[in-house]
Each structure stands twice: as C-alpha cells, then as structure tokens.
C-alpha cells in the first residue's frame, strides 16, 4: 500500500497517483527504497511525502501541481547513503547539501523527461539552505515542504512512542 506520511489515504487511488505512476513505478525510483533517509525512513517514502503534500499545496492555490508532485518525488534522486558522502578526500568538494540537488537533476534527467519548473524545483530544492533561491512559486512549495516532511520523518517515531506511553496511562 502506497501512503503518504499522516496520510490514510491509498495514493494509488488517488488523482495523484495518475500523474506520477511512470516515476514510482520506475526501476531507480523503487531502488531508492534502499537508502535510509532521515533515519527513520527511506529515502522512497521520503520522496513520496513531499510530493504528495507539495501536490496537494499547489493544487490549492491552482498552481502546477503535476509538476509539483513529479519533482517532488524526484528531488533527492540519487543512489548512495547520504552518510558515506565524504569531503575529507576533497575539501574544497561542495556539501552533500550543495551537490546532491545537481546529481538528483541529472539522474532524473536521464530517466526521465522533464520540463523547466521540475528542473528548477528538483536543483534548488535545498533553499534555504544554500542559496540558490527557487525560480517559481511551485519550487518554494516543494522546498519547504521537504524541511517540514524532514522535521517530521526524523520527529515522528518520538511522536508516537509519547503517544502510546499516554495512552497507557489512561
């Protein structure tokens, strides 16, 4: 069952799900249910949580949710543990924060066909992070999206262990 997170709702019945069916049914999209992604999910389930939720943002307002939800899922499209990437080799090498975002757009890319507003939300992204700021409203969605998904991802199991400890108190 494909969910999003906080979501009950079954994402293969859903709208969305017609929009990016080609990219989650993709053999690399399914690869990255491998790397672990703020340590409590992975970096699949990551990808899906924000583009769902950018999609549901952007279809609020009327803006281009299709894009929105497609390089929502395509954002952090790359194929190692983001804990292996590793400077000290190369220290004048840019962040994993700063190159990830490239390597995420060249990747979907290849795989692909993308139009100008997924490519610019999938390579700036990381806003504000680094400094590239988004080019169209859709891609502020999807970058703030992602830090709210990432702070819950990575709150989220502490959320529900205070939960249940309540709930058996009561």
Not at 44 to 53: A, D, G, K, L, P
Not at 127 to 147: L, S, T
């Amino acid at each position: 069952m494909l969910h999003a997170i906080c979501s009950k709702k079954q994402l293969t019945a859903h709208a969305y799900y017609v929009f990016v069916a080609d990219i989650l049914e993709h053999a690399n999209m399914q690869q990255l249910k491998q790397f672990r992604h703020h340590v409590h999910t992975t970096r699949f389930q990551h990808s899906i949580n924000v583009s769902y939720y950018s999609y549901l943002i952007c279809r609020r307002f009327h803006w281009d949710a299709v894009s929105a939800a497609r390089a929502g899922l395509l954002h952090d499209f790359y194929f190692y543990e983001t804990c292996e990437y590793d400077r000290s080799a190369a220290p004048e090498q840019a962040s994993h924060f700063a190159t990830h975002p490239k390597l995420a757009l060249s990747n979907a890319a290849m795989a692909f066909s993308l139009n100008a507003k997924e490519e610019d939300m999938i390579v700036h992204h990381m806003w504000p992070v680094v400094k590239q700021k988004p080019q169209c409203k859709e891609g502020f969605v999807v970058a703030i999206v992602d830090k709210y998904i990432a702070i819950f991802e990575y709150l989220a199991p502490f959320w529900q262990r205070m939960r249940q400890t309540l709930v058996g108190q009561n």
